[in-house]
């Protein structure tokens, strides 16, 4: 379990260094998909009894995460006819050593928390911790609306995650109550994206700032 556990993180790792990476919305959106999928799993493998509570979260987590979030977001690429991300404010190369150097403070930083000992892996909670510091920096360092919305995703599957690693035994409500506001939200994102498109010919966020005052 723990081998199987440990793949799993290093995936997610290599799919946070292609969000990082990549200009390619498409390619984008097919990492945030792979993430959903890789999620979906944990319920499974962080130690415990498989019970109807892991059972509910992980197939919501697949469902939402690996598949509607996905294709939300790639109906709205289509409708906004955006293929990459031109000109963020952070170049790729400075931001996958960005991401190596986050990586590297996230195994520092959780190698000084106090984790349950059940986990399965040393690497859940510092990956987590690198999912939701990766998901910050497309927030920041990125211009494109869709690529922020991803940026988002990413920050609330390190959330995700963490919550896993940490709080095994929360209600199931409350996780599945999460994973619903970010269905909301990322329905709602698509919306707007769709609108900026068809008004300005454009989701440039920066561009968009100009219109202020």
């Known amino acids: 379990m723990s081998n199987w556990l440990d793949t799993i993180m290093v995936l997610l790792a290599l799919t946070n260094l292609v969000l990082l990476g990549s200009s390619r919305l498409a390619v984008l959106i097919r990492m945030a ?17 498989l019970i109807v509570h892991q059972w509910l979260l992980a197939i919501a987590a697949l469902v939402l995460k690996g598949a509607v979030f996905p294709w939300l977001l790639s109906r709205a690429r289509k409708n906004a006819e955006v293929r990459r991300e031109i000109e963020p404010f952070v170049s790729y190369m400075v931001s996958l050593a960005g991401g190596l150097a986050a990586l590297i ?63 095994v035994e929360a209600p199931v409500l409350v996780e599945l109550g999460v994973l ?21 010919e454009h989701i440039d966020t920066g561009r968009l700032s100009s219109l202020k005052g």
């Not at 859940?124 to 990766?134: C, E, I, K, N, R």
């Not at 922020?148 to 920050?155: D, H």
């Not at 619903?180 to 300005?200: C, K, N, Q, T, Y």
Request: net charge neutral; glycine share 10%.
């Open 105 to 167: 403070f996230s195994l520092w930083l959780a190698s000084r928390l106090p984790c349950p000992a059940n986990l399965g892996s040393t690497l859940v909670v510092p990956l987590a911790l690198f999912t939701f510091l990766t998901g910050l920096f497309l927030i920041i360092s990125r211009k494109n609306a869709l690529t922020q919305v991803l940026g988002y995703l990413a920050m609330e599957n390190g959330i995700y995650a963490f919550g896993l690693a940490i709080a």
């Open 33 to 49: 998909a792979l993430q959903g999928l890789l999620l979906g799993t944990l319920p499974f493998l962080t130690g415990g009894e």
């Open 180 to 200: 619903l506001d970010v269905f909301v939200a990322v329905f709602l994102m698509g919306i707007v994206i769709f609108h900026i498109s068809r008004e300005f």
